[in-house]
């Protein structure tokens, strides 16, 4: 079992529409937490950043984690066209070298 | 901003090649780190760089080598390219303070 689990997709949403993605994991020692969102045939950017439990929101983007159940979501707002790309998550447990663990990522289709 | 450069955007090569993949930061970050991306398995880390003249291996190192002479640069060497490593190469810096990981744009490689 991967350490980091998240639905490959594709999912495709209407423009204007709530994208919700998330991830599961199960090592109790990941406390930060992050989302990169990467267009085709480019390096990911990093999209939301987030340290232990709670919400971040930055602009139409909210980030949601749950160290409780292991659970981390991405909220898109409003969804464009421009939104569609690959999502990764990716956790660390800040040890030195700050060594990330990734997601296999999720397809998001926005249709206009 | 942060910017993570790599020396190609495309390359092919034959098998059995030496191939060299330079990864250059300018936020005098102290790691470094070498990816790949496929289809199906996400990014998986080869190799990463604490200091200068320091690496560690990640999950995948077999068939690769490393090179980091100074602090601004990480090189990815294929001492015997292999159709088996055609893929996109990722790499990544980011420094002990902050947590997260910023990307360059990737290296499409296609060993024939």
């Known amino acids: 079992q991967k350490e980091v689990e998240q639905d490959p997709g594709p999912l495709s949403v209407p423009e204007g529409a709530i994208v919700s993605l998330n991830c599961t994991y199960s090592?109790?020692?990941?406390?930060?937490f992050m989302w990169y969102r990467q267009y085709s045939r480019k390096g990911p950017e990093l999209l939301m950043y987030?340290?232990?439990?709670g919400n971040k929101e930055d602009g139409r983007f909210t980030a949601q984690v749950d160290k409780s159940s292991k659970y981390i979501s991405l909220f898109i707002r409003d969804s464009q066209p421009s939104d569609s790309a690959t999502y990764l998550c990716?956790?660390?447990?800040?040890?030195?070298?700050?060594?990330?663990?990734f997601g296999g990522g999720t397809r998001v289709l926005v249709k206009p | 901003d942060v910017k993570v450069t790599q020396s190609s955007r495309y390359l092919v090569k034959r098998t059995g090649e030496k191939v060299f993949l330079e990864c250059v930061q300018d936020?005098?970050?102290?790691?470094m780190f070498w990816y790949r991306q496929d289809p199906g398995l996400g990014l998986r880390l080869i190799y990463f760089?604490?200091?200068?003249?320091?690496?560690e291996k990640g999950d995948i190192p077999e068939g690769y080598s490393v090179s980091r002479e100074k602090k601004e640069r990480f090189s990815l060497i294929l001492e015997s390219a292999s159709t088996n490593q055609t893929s996109m190469y990722l790499c990544?810096?980011?420094?002990?303070?902050?947590?997260?990981?910023?990307f360059g744009p990737g290296t499409r490689l296609l060993v024939l």
């Open positions: 990544a810096s980011t420094t002990g303070q902050i947590k997260t990981q910023y």
């Open positions: 090592n109790s020692a990941f406390q930060y």
């Open positions: 987030t340290y232990s439990s």
């Open positions: 990716a956790m660390s447990a800040g040890a030195a070298g700050n060594k990330l663990t």
């Open positions: 936020m005098d970050h102290e790691n």
């Open positions: 760089s604490y200091d200068v003249k320091m690496k």
